[in-house]
T-cell receptor, first 113, second 110 residues
């Protein structure tokens, strides 16, 4: 069974479109994250939810909106896609307390044309 | 100064060599430290946590120096399968943020 899954794995779209990436974890964790890894391989936190509550919201354009319907799911919706949004987006989950290991999903490779 | 800094490499070493990576962090209040490994076009995976007294897991040894604010990873008897990018990760106290370094790329050559 996949611990952290993301869909889709690849996403190619035109500038200006709106797209969503879904993430699910079956580990029973209470905290989930979205990271962006750019072409220089730098992995940067975007958002984090703990039990459906937003706890980290980095300086991210408001075109990006996370949604957590329950603690096992964290989706990322992106409006008006731009060329600079092209990157790999990783979802991760962990237990919040004691700064535990983060488990990452396989990533979604987004290409904006 | 970046929050977490690593030499990007690549470090090209022959099989069987010993190689060491360092990582420096800027926030002295940082609480937890990790090394993650990321293979090409894959997700990061935890290699090992780093404890204050230093810790070892097989061929891998991690050290933490809080006074100088650096973390190290030593790999002994390198294998071809060790070729990957090694990410230093620092968890900030009170913010629940994990700050990733840019990674150090290792290539182990036959």
């Amino acid at each position: 069974d996949t611990a952290v899954s993301q869909t889709p794995k690849y996403l190619v779209t035109q500038m200006g479109n709106d797209k969503s990436i879904k993430c699910e974890q079956n580990l029973g964790h209470d905290t989930m994250y979205w990271y962006k890894q750019d072409s220089k391989k730098f992995l940067k936190i975007m958002f984090s939810y703990n039990n459906k509550e937003l706890i980290i919201n980095e300086t991210v354009p408001n075109r990006f909106s996370p949604k957590s319907p329950d603690k096992a799911h964290l989706n990322l919706h992106i409006n008006s896609l731009e060329l600079g949004d092209s990157a790999v987006y990783f979802c991760a989950s962990s237990l919040l307390q004691d700064y535990n290991e983060q488990f990452f999903g396989p990533g979604t490779r987004l290409t904006v044309l | 100064r970046k929050e977490v800094e690593q030499d990007p490499g690549p470090f090209n070493v022959p099989e069987g060599a010993t190689v060491a990576f360092n990582c420096t962090y800027s926030n002295s209040a940082s609480q937890s430290f990790f090394w993650y490994r990321q293979d090409c076009r894959k997700e990061p995976k935890l290699l090992m946590s780093v404890y204050s007294s230093g810790n070892e897991d097989g061929r891998f040894t991690a050290q933490l120096n809080r006074a100088s604010q650096y973390i190290s990873l030593l790999i002994r008897d390198s294998k071809l399968s060790d070729s990957a990018t090694y990410l230093c990760v620092v968890a900030e106290t009170g913010t629940y943020k994990y700050i990733f370094g840019t990674g150090t790329r290792l290539k182990v050559l036959a």
